[in-house]
């Protein structure tokens, strides 16, 4: 079976794997006091040219995500997110089981704008209400949308009207920063924290948290053993992405570049057979509208995961490619793929 | 001043106080384990017809939400409740500080309906969401509605195919009760549990817990305490719930009955001058609309809350009445209002 | 029956009771936004000789040291508390149920001394323990002591020493002061926050925070409704503690005096009578120990706790005493005992 | 240098590595849906003799414990465990920060025996107090020490007799097993649930949850997202746990008893050589009490933890092996290690 179904089914790449296995017997102190960690934070902290930067490496986004918030915010505060942003819908209300509101704005792409929060914050005058005080994005977002540089000036512009935290989550910042629509240096310009995402472009596991506020940069540790996200090996995170950051990101650009490439593949491809996609995406993630009776035939060769029941005989599905993903793979799903005709009466 | 505020700008009904001073000296245990507090339970529930249920008394609506709610919910459990619904907007995060999202609904009015649920239930599918266990509706409304009888039983057949707590927040449940909407057995019959308002109705302060559903009963009295919301002095809840509640809720719903017909006399007011109103309302609030150069005539002699500012010139007020509210005050105010005319230019 | 159970089971002092008569027609805002609460608050910053302290007013003990507690500290942060301290004992884990750990230290007598601070200390030395950083206090305590003013310099400077805040439940605040063990100027000097009791000294129920420390202070107001402490009707504590405070506080004042007076009269009584105490006290809490068999033949006229089965035919009581008990009830009691002989054969 | 420090000094047994690359460009779903982790699981019901167990995988010992204990707990409900229990002193607060306090006991040795529990149960009666409700012990302990099967018979007898729950952290069970204490089947038949460790037995990370007890067993996959513990690529801990369960876990209990061996070595040479021990232990870990002179011309060759300054010129220190310690690493420190003489005067 092919899978797009994610950019998680791999294990590493090779190269994440070997570095693993050449520092399994070296001996190094634990929860990341260990010269690997200690080399993956200070090619970070040059990559975004931010030397002041707390980096902090975690297992996974969901526990990057509330860990951070929790540590950023008073109980009283609350987050302002995307109501398709991952905090909102697909973390088991992780954020709320620290104790914190997330407000969900609605917005047709997954992005949220200045004034966006500008009408979240006239909503919330008073202790009768939460205070709003972190703005979550992600980039890559979940409609496989970017932030480019541009809208987060702006964002950071509001953010300091309303002395708001920006904080960007990066689970796929590969895939925006091979694409050219952001940089390191700026989203440590812009962001008083973010996290470059391991997980989903090529590590075994692992993201690093970049905390570029000082005001939040206290006491991190203690946060992260409290809320159960220090690692006991965590020269295991500090070897993964040195093999990431080293050669100015070398290996993590590749991957997520290759990633997008195949997703443009799939969108061409997608695009030439006269197929229609619900949200424009240069990303590692696609959304095109496929008929139901199309999707029946490439059951079982094909994985996706479905995004939404259109009710007239189409669907919205997901298409996810990955460092891993192979041109040949591509090339299986669009050979399965006829042309759209008029003619194809489709069934619900 | 005369204020159409809120229903708590006064302390309590004569009769409440007289009652509390009576009792002041008697000697009783505390945390509510006295005669006093033991027959309004009791007379509680005789006017449920449920003598099953578990009552409960706290002392506020915030309070009194936030520990049911944590105490019906799992850690990954969440709350389905209307946007404009108390534990979402007024609360600050008080459900979301015991560790519990609340999924808000938007609504037009306020009202959550069986096709609201069973939308939730359906976009939260699997252990990636929260799980969505508990419905929260409040009687009256936050937009001085009232759900009936028939509407409530829709919602709790609905609740019963998805495994679903049905929770009325009743903190204006005296307005619902004495307009006829409903009754208390019926909501002894078609709630899970609920509340019922003294603070709002003429009480001191307390609100009374019906739990009717058993699995929910066990241990209620560690989560009152665990959650700071157990009166050292509980006879004080006690003995005001005796004087409600007596004589089948005479002065409860006399109270509740007198503020909706001084909000009724000012709607009819208001109406006959030609002002629309925002939503529609039988309770003791309501929503007109009115011009801002009107209201700046009525500022420092009256008080009410703005709602919403149109943009248009106008203004969507709240008016509320209470037990205390005189005729002479309802007349006073609308001596002030003129008829509207179709010439009066308003500027915004 | 006469109880010398706690000192909450009578309603309020006649005075307290009048003025809340007196209010309630007023017309006030909500949530402490009124004249009585701001005049009270003025009031106990000129008693404590601290008009930058910050005064809230809450309803009960338990709520207020969740509120304040979960305010003061960070997520990973600890309490320390005496192991008979109330937080840790008779509170069904309120502040762990805000996220924190507190810290018990056994103690002969429910005192915290600089040394258990420093032992407390040096046993968490970095991010895989707790960060120890509030010292908890009460006075009196709850085996019935003072915190002299020299005992609280010698807390307050260990806590310089280390960065801690120091917190003050005072929720018998009444009782040491009115025994001279300390002063409200010298609270507000050496504690970073304290509360003055209500519910426990007169009355109907409200307790006096006092944030001295302007690092502690920002936005209480949202923690007090994020924590359910925000009571609709404020200005009910607001009266309450205007008569408290005025005229120098001296109902406060007199009331505790009383209540020592009389817990004073009774020591003496059992002292004369040969009986011994389980600890010291000079506060309206005494501890005597006395037969099973003499308490048997109290049962039923009299009210107490029951604090320890000693197991040798003996058993630690406590008896509490009020600006209520009156010198009759006190005479009552010592009536019903006789002189301890040697010659009574006790059985367990 | 040679480490004693720990057991997670190294990243896995290479044959864990192998296992790991393998599985690597398979393809597979994500959170544990997957054959390695469906695989794994059966592999441990089996051992256990008990298929009916639920067995979830995560990432760390803080992890599982936070997340299990606030998933079996209510609200309001308490942990019993040892004073020295990891939960009350090594985690951070994470239990706490989960709302549930810990119930530290004073031991002897890091052991609860029924009397304890017995001791707990009976200072907490009622609603004032949290309700204890789950025994907390590890295997081995934090001292080094077993329960042996009929200790735990034991504490199960009493915890049925109180309706506890007896959760055992298994953190270091291999070597418990390894050494004979207990067997697997009978873990499972008497906790209710309990974890078998893998990060400090030759994992790269990861911890099997064995959930026993039905009524603890539902939506645990829900708690899991919930506080951040669901690992993306989920089959990493599955094809871990295959490598070690498989074959009657030959290699689980093979490095587990290697390491006992070693520390075994350690201890025996100590013993021959004169010194004393804090405590006794038969496992990884043992705690040997060494002059301070003599660990002086050990430092930078070999690394330890410091346990307890004695301030008589010794210094109780951990040694632990892991399936990674050599016996020449052993034989290297012994080498150092000359024999107590009476006459050496040892300086603080």
Known sequence: MIRFTNDYSQGAHPDILQAITEVSMEGNFGYGCDPHTERAARLIGELCQCEGAAIHFLMGGTQTNMTAISAFLKPYQAAIAAESGHICTH????????????????????????????????????????????????????????????????????????????????????????????????????????YIGGTKNGALFGEALVIVEPALQADFRYHMKHRGGMLAKGFLLGVQFEVLMEHQMERYLAMADHANQMAGRLRQGLEERGYPFYVDSLSNQIFPILPNALLQTLEGDFHWEVTRKMGDGNTVIRLVTSWATTPQEVEAFLAKIPHKTVELHEVI
């Open 91 to 194: 973390e088991t209300g992780a954020v709320e089981g620290t104790g914190h509101k997330c407000i969900a704005v609605p917005t047709k792409d997954g992005k949220l704008t200045p004034d966006h929060i500008r009408q979240v914050m006239e909503a919330h005058p008073d202790e009768h209400m939460v205070q709003p005080k972190l703005v979550y994005v992600s980039n890559t977002t979940e409609w496989g949308g970017f932030y480019t540089t541009g809208e987060l000036e702006a964002l950071r512009q509001v953010c300091e009207d309303y002395h708001l935290w920006l904080y960007l989550d990066g689970a796929r910042l590969g895939s925006a920063l091979a694409a050219g629509a952001t940089t390191l240096p700026d989203l440590a310009r812009l962001c008083h924290a973010f």
